[in-house]
Structures are given as C-alpha cells and as structure tokens.
C-alpha cells in the first residue's frame, strides 16, 4: 500500500513563505518514481503546481514559476515545495500525488493522493 502524507501548510500574510513536505511509504522505489504537487482552490478544479521527474527534472506552474521549487530528498522518501512571495491566489489545499511519468502538468497523472495541506495566504 502507498502512502502519501503532507504537511507543512498554514496561514502566512502575503509575501511569505511555506514550505511545504510529502513523506512517502509503501512498496515502491521513491529514487525512480515521479512526483508531483498540486492544489485546489475553492470552487475550483484541482490543477497542477509542479512537478519532478525521477531523474530531477522538474516543470511548474505559470502561476507559480520563478516563486516556488520542488525537490526530493530520496534519502527520506520526502517531497518538497518551497515557496516563496506567497500571495493571496495561492490559498488553497495542497496535494502530493505519485504520478506516471509524463513531462506535462496534468492532474489524471497522478495514481496516488495524499489528504493534502491548506495554506491560506491573507492580504
């Protein structure tokens, strides 16, 4: 059984900055599996943030480029997404999802979710 768990999230005043972390668990090969963060907004579809591939190559968000990096430590099992000048069109619930690996920023991709993390960002 896979397990995705993330945490990290909370309320931060525009301008700040979050990191967030996915511990992952379970019978497969964290070093070779790809990766990825996502989130949902209320009343809005669940959309791509960033995503890594096993190898670290990683893709991201118009919305979030140049604002927030994804990372693995393959060590820990662990993903991460640092972000930074958070603003108010961030707040949403954030997700961790093992993905097929695919360089594109779709959310079908992903074939294991974790409960997710909010992070509210106040203006």
């Known amino acids: 059984e896979v397990q995705v768990v993330e945490s990290g999230g909370g309320s931060v005043q525009a301008g700040g900055s979050l990191r967030l972390s996915c511990e992952t668990s379970g019978q497969f090969t964290f070093s070779s599996t790809c990766m990825g963060w996502y989130r949902q907004a209320p009343g809005k579809e669940r959309e791509a943030v960033a995503i890594i591939a096993e190898d670290g190559t990683t893709k991201y968000a118009d919305s979030v480029k140049g604002r927030v990096i994804i990372s693995k430590d393959n060590f820990k099992r662990t993903l991460y997404l640092q972000m930074t000048s958070l603003k108010p069109e961030d707040t949403a619930i954030y997700y961790c999802?093992?993905?097929?690996?695919?360089?594109?920023?779709?959310?079908?991709?992903?074939?294991?979710w974790g409960r997710g993390t909010q992070v509210t960002v106040a203006s």
């Open positions: 999802g093992r993905r097929g690996c695919w360089d594109r920023l779709r959310v079908l991709d992903v074939v294991d």
